[in-house]
C-alpha cells in the first residue's frame, strides 16, 4: 500500500498554474526528498498534502483515506501528519516541554500519556534535560530539534519535512540530516522532504524527485540511478555541479567548440549532429604528459580537501576538482597560467541543448 498517492494534483494562483496534473506514490516507510529550484511549487504540494490549501482539481489518498478529492478537503489535524516547514516557528513564550506536548494538548490527550510521550519524543531527538529552557536559551540546531519533536509527538505516520534546516550553519546541518535520517529507520515513517540542496537528497532519500519550473516531475528514482542515469541534462545539473559543452559531429568525429579538438571517448549513444556533453568536475583528469586536450589553467584554487580549477580547452571553460592529496604528493598541482593536458575520466551525452558551459558551474 502506498503511504501517499497524489493523482492529477492542480493548483493555480489566479492565472499562474502551478501544479498542471502531478501523479506520484509514496510508498509506506520510505524518504522520498523533492528537489527541485525555488519557486517551483514545492512548498504548494506540502501545503495541498497538510491541508492548508485546496487543491483546483485532483486527489490525495494518505493512508486508504481520501483526503483531499472533488470538494473534500480534510483538515490538517485529521490527516495524522506530522510537520516542519521552512519558518520552523517554536513558540518563543512556551518551555521546550510545552513547545512539544502542545499538540497533545490541543489533542486533549490525559496529562500522565502526553507527559510520557513528550518525554520520548524529546529523547528521539536529543533533548532530553532540556526540558525546562526556553527557545531564546537554545541554539538553532537545538531549536530545530523542538520543532521536530513536535511534529514526531503525536506518532504521524507522516512526517512532511520543508527544507527544515535552511536555518542552520553547514555542520550542524550535516549533523542533522544523518540524525533526520536514523529517526526516520527507527521509527519507520514515511518521510516527504522538500529541498533545493542536492547534498541533502543525495544523503537522505530513499528516492528522489526532480521538479522543474513547471511544477512537474522530471525524474523519480533512487539517488544512485539519478545520478548515473539522469534522463536529461536538467536532471544532471541538479544533482551536482555540471560542466555543459555543445557538441557538433562532423564526419565521424565529436567536436569541441573551437572546431579543432575532437571528443576521444566514447561516442554516443544518441542520435543528432548537435548533443550536449556534460561532465562533472571530478570527471576530468589533468596531467602534465602523455595523451590529452591541451588545455590552460585559468584558476587554480586550494580547498582544502579538494584543488579547484578552471580550464579552457576546446573553446570551453570547464571546472574540474581534484584531490588535494593526491595533487600534494605527485606534484600534480597544476599554477595558475600553465598549460596542461586534460583527459575525462567519464561523461554523459545529452539531447537538450543547454547554455554553453558559464555561470552555474562556476557557482
Ligand atoms: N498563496 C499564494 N498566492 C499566490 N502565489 C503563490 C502563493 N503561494 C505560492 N505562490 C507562488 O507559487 C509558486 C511556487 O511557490 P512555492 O512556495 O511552492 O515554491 P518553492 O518550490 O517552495 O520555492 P522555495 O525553494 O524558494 O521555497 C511561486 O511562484 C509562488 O510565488
Ligand atoms: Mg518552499
Not at 113 to 119: A, D, L, P, V
Request: proline share 6%; aromatic share 6%.
Amino acid at each position: 500500500m502506498s503511504a501517499v498517492r497524489i493523482e492529477g494534483l492542480a493548483k493555480a494562483y489566479g492565472k499562474h498554474a502551478i501544479l498542471r496534473g502531478l501523479d506520484l506514490a509514496i510508498k509506506a516507510g520510505e524518504c522520498f526528498v523533492l528537489l527541485g529550484p525555488s519557486g517551483c511549487g514545492k512548498t504548494v504540494l506540502m501545503r495541498l498534502l497538510a491541508g492548508f490549501e485546496t487543491p483546483d482539481n485532483g486527489r490525495v489518498v494518505i493512508g486508504d483515506v481520501e483526503v483531499a478529492a472533488n470538494g473534500v478537503n480534510a483538515p490538517p489535524d485529521r490527516r495524522g501528519i506530522g510537520m516542519v516547514f521552512q519558518d520552523y516557528a517554536v513558540w518563543p513564550h512556551m518551555s521546550v516541554r510545552d513547545n512539544v506536548s502542545y499538540p497533545l494538548k490541543l489533542a486533549t490527550v490525559p496529562a500522565d500519556e502526553r507527559e510520557r510521550r513528550t518525554q520520548q519524543a524529546l529523547d528521539h531527538v536529543g533533548l532530553s534535560g532540556l526540558e525546562a529552557r526556553m527557545p531564546s536559551q537554545l541554539s538553532g540546531g537545538q531549536q530545530q530539534r523542538v520543532a521536530l519533536a513536535r511534529a514526531l509527538v503525536s506518532k504521524p505516520a507522516l512526517l512532511l519535512l520543508d527544507e527544515p534546516l535552511n536555518n542552520l550553519d553547514a555542520n550542524l546541518r550535516e549533523e542533522m540530516r544523518f540524525e533526520i535520517r536514523e529517526l526516520q529507520q527507527q521509527l519507520g515513517i514515511t518521510v516527504i522532504y522538500v529541498t533545493h540542496d542536492q547534498e541533502i537528497a543525495l544523503a537522505l532519500a530513499d528516492r528522489i524527485g526532480i521538479m522543474d519550473e513547471q511544477g512537474r516531475l522530471r525524474q523519480i528514482g533512487a539517488p544512485a540511478e539519478l545520478f548515473d542515469q539522469p534522463i536529461d541534462a536538467y536532471v544532471y545539473r541538479f544533482l551536482g555541479i555540471a560542466n555543459f559543452v555543445p557538441m557538433k559531429k562532423r564526419g565521424a568525429n565529436w567536436y569541441f567548440p573551437d572546431g579543432v579538438e575532437t571528443w576521444k571517448g566514447a561516442p554516443p549513444n544518441l542520435p543528432g549532429e548537435h548533443l550536449t556533453l556534460g561532465c562533472r568536475p571530478f570527471d576530468i583528469v589533468l596531467s602534465h604528459d602523455g595523451q590529452g586536450l591541451p588545455g590552460i589553467i585559468k584558476r587554480a584554487s586550494f580547498l582544502g580537501a579538494q584543488m579547484d580549477y578552471l580550464i579552457e580547452v576546446g573553446g570551453v571553460t570547464l571546472r574540474a576538482a581534484t584531490d588535494s592529496r593526491h595533487a600534494l604528493d605527485q606534484m600534480q598541482r597544476f599554477a595558475e597560467g600553465t598549460d596542461c593536458l586534460v583527459n575525462f575520466r567519464s561523461a554523459q551525452w545529452f539531447e537538450n541543448a543547454v547554455p554553453a558551459n558559464q555561470g552555474e558551474a562556476h557557482a
